[in-house]
């Protein structure tokens, strides 16, 4: 098991839904370069962090820690292609989804009460 088994992920992951690094940062409430940190294997991100990111990213948590057993090496950009749903959204539709997912119950249901509003006045 290598050392950056998470850092790997954590790239694989986050290229693979088309956000910058900035995107996440920003839906984490951190600094880039933390973030950065996390990618490149210089920190490992906390628990309550991988649970966050395992959210922005829609998948499990565990998804994003090592493996004790060598898996069949196939990348994650492999299983991901231009038909996902998350690749009919716009990079802006993706940065907002990101930052939506670490909101809590109260705060996803400001944004949608707020985005219905400023629907109707368009409509």
Avoid: H, W
């Amino acid at each position: 098991m290598s050392k950056n088994d998470v850092s790997d992920k954590l790239r694989e992951y986050r290229e693979a839904c088309a956000l910058s690094q900035q995107q996440v940062a920003d839906a984490l409430n951190i600094e880039r370069s933390t973030y950065t940190k996390y990618e490149t294997g210089k920190t490992e991100p906390n628990l309550v962090t991988l649970v966050k990111l395992a959210v922005i990213f829609n998948v499990s948590p565990e998804a994003l820690l090592p493996v004790l057993v060598e898996p069949e090496k196939r990348s994650l950009r492999e299983t991901i292609t231009a038909d996902s749903p998350i690749f009919q959204l716009s990079k802006d539709e993706r940065g907002l989804i990101a930052l939506y997912r670490v909101l809590d119950k109260d705060e996803k249901r400001s944004v949608i009460e707020t985005v219905s509003n400023l629907a109707k006045k368009q409509g």
